[in-house]
């Protein structure tokens, strides 16, 4: 085998890859449509395993652009739900944080468990990370 045969063996490899995962994203798109009912679901997926080439062309051609829409709408979706956990976890080392810090204290404080200048280093440690 020479470079040329390599080179070409390399191609054909990278487009029998490239319609591996095209055909993987169709389906994987069909199945997460909710617009589409279980006999439409089912007769893109015959399509797709007796026509291959054609059914995923006709499909990114027809539903493209819907595709691309779900996709997005699940990216935003999860950046909304990653920036909500964020917002809870660093809302929970906040201000809010530091009042629920002096008003354990307080109880320890009331209790008897520590002395006042105790509670006193605590609210100030507390008052500073605010």
């Not at 699940?74 to 530091?98: F, H, K, L, P």
């Not at 354990?104 to 468990?113: H, M, N, P, R, V």
């Amino acid at each position: 085998m020479n470079l040329w045969e390599f080179l070409v063996w390399l191609f054909w490899f990278y487009v029998l890859i490239a319609c591996i995962w095209i055909f993987i994203t169709v389906i994987i798109d069909i199945f997460r449509d909710p617009t589409l009912n279980g006999w439409a679901k089912a007769l893109w997926v015959v399509f797709l395993v007796f026509l291959p080439f054609l059914a995923a062309f006709i499909y990114l051609i027809a539903r493209g652009r819907s595709m691309g829409e779900r996709r997005l709408a699940e990216a935003q979706a999860a950046r909304a739900q990653s920036d909500e956990y964020i917002r809870t976890v660093a809302g929970s080392s906040s201000s809010s944080s530091a009042a629920s810090e002096i008003e354990a204290g307080k109880k320890l404080l009331d209790s008897g468990t520590i002395t006042q200048a105790e509670f006193d280093t605590l609210k100030a440690k507390a008052l500073q990370g605010a």
